[in-house]
T-cell receptor, first 114, second 117 residues
Framework: KNQVEQSPQSLIILEGKNCTLQ??????????LRWYKQDTGRGPVSLTI?????NTKSNGRYTATLDADTKQSSLHITASQLSDSASYIC?????????????FGAGTRLAVHP | GAGVSQTPSNKVTEKGKYVELRCDPI?????LYWYRQSLGQGPEFLIY????????DSGLPNDRFFAVRPEGSVSTLKIQRTERGDSAVYLC???????????????FGPGTRLTVL
């Protein structure tokens, strides 16, 4: 069964600190992995996307890593800001018959406190 | 340009009633997706349209759920005889195309929060 699992479920950090969110997946066939940020009451917005051959991808203070062998990914946030408070969702795209289905994790809810 | 829009933003209905949720995708996007997101969970796939046709409706939970996209643009998700368990945020997303191009990003709307009393 295709699954995406994220940890921790929730996290509280102080403004300015760094944090790392984890994602483990069992998805086949694998096409790519994305990290989304979802603010409360909004739809998810893509932060990074990585294919099988990519190990790391950065977008400002966000850096995602991918280990396709162990089927693990992480999202590292540096120098956190209050606006980083949101849910971060790991999404794996599975290619199937020419149509690619997104498989979502449950997300990590991050709260950045002053 | 405008992003994906969804109306209404909130819908409160009574058990047993019929509801329609609307999605306006980004202009030119041929692929459209509906998802359901329960509190504290990631989105769950419901149905995918390529143009006017439903290419994959395997995520629809039962026959009370139905979606249409008659002109290949706006889509309506219809729920008959609503139940309390249908309460969730219903998200719509669109992308330029799907199939063969796995890199195509899906752009999400803000969602419709459905509450069934």
């Amino acid at each position: 069964k295709n699954q995406v699992e994220q940890s921790p479920q929730s996290l509280i950090i102080l403004e300015g600190k760094n944090c790392t969110l984890q994602c483990n997946y069992t998805v086949s066939p694998f096409s790519n992995l994305r990290w989304y940020k979802q603010d409360t009451g909004r739809g998810p917005v893509s932060l990074t996307i990585m294919t099988f051959s990519e190990n790391t991808k950065s977008n400002g203070r966000y850096t995602a890593t991918l280990d396709a062998d162990t089927k693990q990914s992480s999202l590292h946030i540096t120098a956190s800001q209050l606006s980083d408070s949101a849910s971060y969702i790991c999404v794996v795209t599975s290619g199937f018959g020419g149509y690619n289905k997104l498989i979502f994790g449950a997300g990590t809810r991050l709260a950045v406190h002053p | 340009g405008a992003g994906v829009s969804q109306t209404p933003s909130n819908k409160v209905t009574e058990k047993g009633k019929y509801v329609e949720l609307r999605c306006d995708p980004i202009s030119g996007h041929t692929a459209l997706y509906w998802y359901r997101q329960s509190l504290g969970q990631g989105p769950e796939f419901l149905i995918y349209f390529q143009g006017t046709g439903a290419a994959d409706d395997s995520g629809l939970p039962n026959d009370r759920f139905f979606a249409v996209r008659p002109e290949g643009s706006v889509s309506t998700l219809k729920i008959q005889r609503t139940e309390r368990g249908d309460s969730a945020v219903y998200l719509c997303a669109s992308s330029l195309q799907s199939g063969g191009v796995s890199y195509n990003e899906q752009f999400f709307g803000p969602g419709t929060r459905l509450t069934v009393l």
